[in-house]
C-alpha cells in the first residue's frame, strides 16, 4: 500500500506536555494545531484550562480555541464536524495537520461518525441529572434497562454519563439508542491516517506535576475567574463549568466545602481523570508511545526521529531544509 500523508494526534494524560510537544512537532513539520480538549473550546476558560496563551504559541496556528460560550452545549459529534472542516483547510494549504488534547471520545467520534441525534435537551437532562443525584447511578440504569435492555447491557450501571445519554435519546426521539448505533456511517476516508503519538509518562512525576499545577492554578485566579464568569451570567449548571476544578471551586463559592478542600478534590479529581485517559488511549488504533514527558527536548527528538523514519518523504521537514541551505 502507497504511504499516505499522515494527520497526528498528540494524545496522552493532562500535564503530560502535549501542548509543548505539539508545538514543536509543527515548528519541525511545517503544521498547524488543532485543540482536542473539551474544555479548551470555551471562551472565559483561562486560568484552569492551560491554554497556550498566545504569545507563547511561537507563531504556530492554533485552531477550535475559544470558539464557544460558556453556556453553550457541544458534542463530540459536532466536535468531529468542525474539526473535519479545519483539517480539511489545513491540508488544502499544504500543512501538517496536528490535533493535540485529551479528549479521547473526540478522537473517536473523528474516527467513526457518529449517529444522528437530536439538539440535547436542557431540560430533559436537568430532570434526569436531579434523579441521579436523588437515587444514584444505578436507579437511572435500571430505567435505561426498562426501554432499552441491549444498551443497558453495554453499559456498567456506575457510568451515568453514557446511561443518561441513553436515556435522552430515547426520551427525546421514542427509539432506542442500541437501534441507531447500528445505522453510523462509514467512517472518513481521512480516519486511516490519523495516527497518535500518546504520551505515558512516569505516574509519581505526573501526579506531582497534577498536584503542583493546580496549586498554581488557584493561586493565579482560578477562584476569581469562576466568580467573573457567574456574575456575567453564566449559571453554576453551565457545561463549561463542570469541567474539573471549576465545578470544585462552584461548590466552594456555594459554601459547601472549604477553599483547602476544593483544592484537595480537585487534585485528586484531576489524577483520577489521567489513569482514566490512559486507559482510554491503550484501546485505541494506530498509537504509537512514548514514555516521557512532552516538554523534555530528548523525547521531542525521539517523537521527530519516528516520525521522519515513518512519512519523512511526505512532510515538510523544516529542521533538515534549513540545515541543507
Known sequence: MTAERPILAIVGPTASGKSELGIALAEAFDGEIINCDSVQLYRGLYVGTAKVPPEKRRGVPHHLIDVLEPTEHFTAGEYARRALSVIEAVEAR?????????????????????????PTDLALRERLKRILQRHGP????????????????????????????????????????????????????????????????????????????????????????????????????????????????????????SLARALELTQRDVRHYAKRQLTWFRHEPNVIWFHGFGDDPHLQGEVMRVIRARWGDLLTDVENRAAKC
Open 94 to 118: 499544504g500543512k501538517l495537520a496536528i490535533l493535540v488534547g485529551g479528549t479521547g471520545f473526540y478522537i473517536r467520534a473523528l474516527r467513526q461518525p457518529l449517529f444522528s441525534s437530536p
Open 138 to 257: 444505578q436507579h437511572l440504569h435500571r430505567m435505561l434497562a426498562r426501554v432499552d435492555p441491549e444498551a443497558a447491557a453495554r453499559i456498567p450501571p456506575r457510568d451515568w454519563a453514557r446511561t443518561t445519554r441513553a436515556l435522552e435519546y430515547f426520551f427525546q426521539t421514542g427509539r432506542r439508542i442500541s437501534e441507531a448505533q447500528r445505522e453510523r456511517p462509514a467512517p472518513p476516508p481521512l480516519a486511516r491516517r490519523l495516527h497518535l503519538i500518546a504520551l505515558n509518562p512516569p505516574r509519581e512525576e505526573l501526579y506531582r506535576r497534577i498536584n503542583r499545577r493546580a496549586e498554581e492554578m488557584f493561586a493565579r485566579g482560578w477562584v476569581e475567574e469562576v466568580q467573573a464568569l457567574l456574575r456575567a451570567g453564566v449559571p453554576e449548571t453551565a457545561k463549561a463549568l463542570q469541567a474539573h476544578g471549576y465545578r470544585r471551586i462552584v461548590q466552594y463559592l456555594r459554601g459547601e466545602i
